[in-house]
Nanobody, 127 residues
Framework: VQLQASGGGSVQAGGSLRLSCEVSGRTLSRHTTGWFRQAPGKEREFVAN??????????NYADSVKGRFTISRDNAKNTVYLQMNSLKFEDTAVYSC???????????????????WGQGTQVTVSS
């Protein structure tokens, strides 16, 4: 299973970026996909996930990004996106996508819930 994250970059506060996570080896509509981030000196934290289609394909968000970030999936491209609007300085981090092998009824917001990880893409927001 390979995950290729892209779309990071540098942006001023208030700006937008869209991250992409292209996956091979798993059909994303059958798996929950998540985005996590890690800022320097901080623990990795959950950002958002999108559930497998059988669980409704719904998005879940960390409180810190709710209303600003939107996760979506293009089944034809087997790619998950993270649209990030109204970016803040504190959103600066390396963002990684991950795919879960297991199907859990739990919210799946822990890194341990996910089995495959991409390499990460840097997002830098200047104030």
């Amino acid at each position: 299973v390979q995950l290729q994250a892209s779309g990071g970059g540098s942006v001023q506060a208030g700006g937008s970026l869209r991250l992409s996570c292209e996956v091979s080896g798993r059909t994303l509509s059958r798996h929950t996909t998540g985005w996590f981030r890690q800022a320097p000196g901080k623990e990795r934290e959950f950002v958002a996930n999108i559930r497998r289609s059988a669980y409704g394909g719904t998005g879940n968000y960390a409180d810190s990004v709710k209303g600003r970030f939107t996760i979506s999936r293009d089944n034809a491209k087997n790619t998950v996106y993270l649209q990030m609007n109204s970016l803040k300085f504190e959103d600066t981090a390396v963002y990684s996508c991950a795919v879960a092998e297991r199907h859990l009824a739990a919210p799946m917001t822990r890194a341990a819930d996910f089995d495959y990880w991409g390499q990460g893409t840097q997002v830098t927001v200047s104030s």
